[in-house]
């Protein structure tokens, strides 16, 4: 039971049932946002009195365009939300924790010769001209 709490209080457990809850309340705003402003703005411009109803009929079978285009409207808001509000700045912090400060130089150029030497080298290999430190 003792290995249970702790796998239940660890860190990411919890930030992840906070992120599941604070997801379907999303969820839940932009499905309304969708079916409450949305779907009555679309049926306005097709002149139909309510857009969610559209729907045609086959032998018997009901096919619901209209709710179906409401969903796909909550899709698409609900994935340009998480993708500009977490997956651009997650990936901006990450671009940026990933980037290193350039290494020291090892090497530097001979000022007669152009050859690479050791930085701490007092003559050139190559040329054998003295360097100024």
């Known amino acids: 039971m003792q290995g249970f709490k702790e796998f239940l209080l660890r860190g990411n457990v919890v930030d992840m ?12 705003v932009v499905s ?17 009195p309510d857009f969610s109803r ?10 619901l365009i209209g709710d179906f285009a409401n969903a796909v409207v909550s899709f698409i808001l609900i ?3 998480v993708y500009y509000a977490v997956v651009l700045p997650v990936n901006a912090l990450v671009s940026r924790a990933r980037k290193q400060p350039p290494p020291d130089p ?28």
């Open 17 to 28: 049932a906070v992120g599941i809850v604070v997801g379907a309340a999303f969820g839940t």
């Open 32 to 48: 309304s946002f969708v079916k409450d402003l949305m779907t009555p703005f679309i049926a306005a411009v097709v002149k139909k």
């Open 54 to 63: 559209i729907a045609f009929e086959i032998n018997g079978s009901k096919f």
């Open 79 to 81: 994935s340009a939300a």
């Open 106 to 133: 090892t090497t530097k150029k001979c000022p007669e010769c152009a050859s690479e030497i050791p930085i701490q080298a007092r003559r050139c290999a190559f040329c054998t001209s003295a360097l100024v430190a």
